[in-house]
C-alpha cells in the first residue's frame, strides 16, 4: 500500500481508538475551593461501568489512586502523604489485597512489605526502621500455620 493512501487511515483509526478507549472523567466530591476531592472514572457516560478512582488531599496533592473491575478494586492501588510523598502500593484482586504491599515511611524509606493472599498476610514479611536498617522479619506462614 502506498504511503500517502496510509497515512489517513492510520489518522483515522487513531482518532478512533482514542475515543473509544478515553474513560468519562466524573468529579463525584470538591473541596470548598472548588478543587476535586474524588474523582471516578467510568466507561463510558452511562457511569454503570466504574473503571478507576483518584482521590485529592485539599493541597491537591494525589492521596489515593487505583483502579477497578466489577466494582471491587482491581490491579495496583496507590496511596500517598499529604506532601506528595509514596506512602503505600498493594495489588488487589476482586477487592482484597493479592500479591506485594509495600508500605514507606514519611522519609522515603521503606517501612514493610510483603505478600497477602485474600486480604491475608503470607510469607515473609520484612520491616524496616526510619533509618532503612531492616529490623524484623516474620514469616506468616509460621505464624498462622499455613
Known amino acids: 500500500m502506498n504511503m500517502r493512501k496510509l497515512i489517513p487511515v492510520l489518522v483515522f483509526m487513531f482518532l478512533l481508538f482514542s475515543c473509544i478507549l478515553k474513560p468519562f472523567e466524573v468529579i463525584e466530591e470538591t473541596w470548598p475551593d472548588g478543587n476535586p476531592k474524588i474523582v471516578k472514572y467510568y466507561k463510558d457516560e452511562k457511569k454503570d ?51 506485594l504491599k509495600t508500605v514507606w515511611h514519611k522519609n522515603g524509606q521503606k517501612y514493610y512489605e510483603g505478600n497477602s493472599i485474600e486480604d491475608k498476610r503470607t510469607g515473609i514479611w520484612k520491616f524496616w526502621n526510619e533509618e532503612g536498617e531492616l529490623i524484623k522479619e516474620i514469616d506468616y506462614n509460621k505464624e498462622t500455620g499455613n
Not at 69 to 96: C, H
Open 49 to 99: 461501568v466504574l473503571v478507576k478512582e483518584i482521590r485529592y488531599y485539599e493541597s491537591g496533592s494525589k492521596k489515593i489512586e487505583g483502579n477497578y473491575l466489577g466494582d471491587q478494586r482491581s490491579g495496583q492501588w496507590s496511596f500517598w502523604y499529604p506532601d506528595g510523598t509514596l506512602w503505600s502500593q498493594g495489588v488487589y484482586k476482586n477487592g482484597k489485597e493479592n500479591g
